[in-house]
């Protein structure tokens, strides 16, 4: 019988377990090399946007990270979740971490992609949104908002900084693997820079080593940010969830096996 294919994952390290188990069900040996890290920032212009939380027309989540530093703080100041207004969300996995803390979602896009969202919420002239997102990330999303006349409060919750791999990160990712994972942009860009600066630490060429692997992206966006890093041979699941990805994993690694 041969050795189930081993699958890196380079989500952070508390967010790897739950993709790593989905990995080992569907019939794979998940390789958790984190690339990221995840920081709070200051909670000051976020607590001035809590204070009048009820005066925005619509908050807007694109994604789970978001969530999770926005309710951490909620609850941190006691806050009541009635004080949302109306709640848009990008992703079945943002829109899952809202919906596990009752929080109604008003509008999601068919396409998980964020201008869908915009294009989506009707007329914005001189409504006051409020859009929590990272520190660094993509600017399409608040300049179609502001586009189209929204009052925007933007609040950066948290910075996506590089990871530190452990001793044993590096000593399975050198027993080689069959397919690399990307989660976001970061991933991509963090990987490649911990990979630069490591290279002592591979057992061979990186070139070599993902040229013998498919690559797959959790979305479009991500894949360009593989492209720009060189990987242009990239494979995206219909869904653009973990478990699209593992869908995808086990239509191109695994059913030819059985």
């Given at each position: ?39 709070p920032l200051p ?148 990987f490649f820079k ?65």
């Amino acid at each position: 019988m041969s050795e189930p294919p081993r699958v890196v994952v380079t989500r952070t390290a508390n967010q790897a377990a739950a993709f790593s188990q989905k990995l080992r069900a569907a019939g794979f040996t998940p390789v958790e090399f984190p690339a990221i890290q995840l920081e709070p920032l200051p909670w000051g212009p976020l607590d001035e946007a809590l204070i009048v939380l009820p005066s925005f027309d619509w908050v807007i989540f694109t994604s789970g990270n978001a969530v999770d530093f926005f309710l951490r703080r909620m609850d941190g100041l006691n806050l009541a979740l009635e004080n949302l207004s109306q709640v848009a969300a990008v992703g079945s996995a943002t829109a899952r971490r809202l919906a596990e803390r009752g929080i109604t979602i008003d509008y999601m896009p068919d396409e998980f992609v964020g201008t869908e969202l915009v294009l989506g919420l009707g007329d914005l002239m001189g409504k006051k949104v409020l859009l929590p997102r990272a520190k660094i990330g993509r600017p399409e999303i608040a300049d179609l908002l502001q586009e189209r006349g929204a009052d925007l409060t933007e609040v950066a919750l948290y910075d996506t900084v590089t990871a530190v791999p452990t001793p044993n990160a590096w000593t399975e990712l050198n027993k080689g693997f069959a397919a690399i994972t990307f989660t976001s942009p970061s991933s991509v860009r963090n990987f490649f820079k911990i990979m630069a600066n490591h290279r002592d630490k591979l057992a061979a060429p990186l070139e070599a080593m993902l040229q013998r692997a498919l690559v797959v992206c959790i979305g479009p966006v991500t894949a360009e940010a593989a492209a720009e890093a060189g990987l242009t041979e990239t494979l995206i699941p219909d869904e653009y969830t973990i478990d699209g990805m593992v869908q995808q994993l086990t239509a191109a690694l695994l059913v030819e096996q059985r």
